[in-house]
Every structure is written in structure tokens, then in C-alpha cells.
């Protein structure tokens, strides 16, 4: 095996392991303290050791699923516009912008404070110029106020972190088609 082909392997099971984990994030709503990493490697199809070389600690893996959703999430922006008229990209956007809030959930509650704002601050200009290109659309569209900003919505949005979670599935759908309600001009 050629040293390219294992660094291709290496990324592979990376890929899959970040994969597994935010599976596994998924099916137990956000809960990263009951991650298993043994279980994670199993489903990645790849021994513990492996996982390990890649991620050193729970942290690190986290702090990678934090990453990769962000990163599908901002990804997601082009596509929706293309799709669909402005409003509905957005509302598109917001379904899965509350998948995303329950894996950072998880990720917040498990990553130590000082970690969590390092990785945050790293990143959180993506995830507002893509709010940002959406609402811009649904201005220029006339379908989305002119008196909005990321800013306001990004703080409506904070609403979902005070959801318990026994509410989630029944509460946070709710709280974002009233947000979306209330960005369509008057």
C-alpha cells in the first residue's frame, strides 16, 4: 500500500468515524455525555485504537461533529436557494438548522467552556453569512422583512437552547415557524 492510499484510508475512516458519531448524537437527541466511543468505532467499522489516533479524547471528537454539522449546515445555503423561492429556502434552512441545534446541544454540554468558545468563535461568521445570504434573497424577493437582520434572527433563535429536552420534538418546530411568521413583512 502506497503512503497515498493510506492517507486516503486514514481520511476514510476519519469521515466515517465523525459519521458514526453524529449518528449515534442523533438517535440519542443530542446526548453527548452518552456517547459511546466503543460503540462509535464499531459502527465506523474501525478499532478503538484507530478512533483514538484520530481523536484523542470525547472532546476533540465533538468538537469535529460540531464542524462537520456546521459545515453540512452553511453548505445547505446554496442549494435551498436554488431550489425554491426565498422563504421556503429559509424555512428549509431552519428544518435543518433544529437538527443542528440538538447535536450542539449535546456538543455544548459536553466540551469544557473554554474549548466550546474557541471552537464557536472560530466558526460563527459561517453560520451568519449563510443566515445572512438567505435573508438577503428573501429581501431582494420581497418576501422576508427589510428591518431584519442575521443578528436578530440568530437571537431568536437562542430560543431553542431554553427548550428542555423532553420538549424538543414537540417544542422546536413550533419556535421556528413562529420565527419565520414573523419575518415576513407586514
Do not use: C
Not at 468538537?63 to 425554491?84: I, S
Amino acid at each position: 500500500m502506497t503512503s497515498r492510499e493510506r492517507r486516503s484510508d486514514a481520511v476514510a475512516n476519519r469521515d466515517r468515524i465523525v459519521e458514526a458519531a453524529r449518528a449515534e448524537l442523533s438517535e440519542s437527541n443530542g446526548a453527548a455525555a452518552e456517547l459511546k466511543l466503543h460503540r462509535v468505532a464499531k459502527s465506523a467499522g474501525v478499532g478503538q485504537g484507530t478512533l483514538y489516533r484520530h481523536f484523542p479524547t470525547r472532546e476533540h471528537l465533538l468538537a469535529e461533529v460540531y464542524r462537520y454539522e456546521l459545515t453540512q449546515l452553511v453548505d445547505a445555503v446554496p442549494p435551498l436557494l436554488a431550489e425554491f423561492p426565498p422563504l421556503r429556502a429559509l424555512t428549509g434552512w431552519f428544518e435543518r438548522l433544529v437538527e443542528y441545534a440538538r447535536v450542539k446541544r449535546g456538543v455544548m454540554a459536553a466540551i469544557e467552556a473554554s474549548a466550546w468558545h474557541d471552537l464557536y468563535a472560530g466558526h460563527h461568521h459561517r453560520l451568519d453569512e449563510a443566515l445572512g445570504m438567505l435573508l438577503g434573497r428573501g429581501k431582494d424577493a420581497g418576501e422576508i422583512r427589510a428591518d431584519v437582520d442575521a443578528t436578530d434572527v440568530i437571537l431568536l433563535l437562542g430560543a431553542l437552547s431554553r427548550i428542555p429536552e423532553a420538549e424538543w420534538d414537540a417544542r422546536a418546530r413550533t419556535v421556528v415557524a413562529v420565527i419565520v411568521d414573523g419575518l415576513r413583512p407586514r
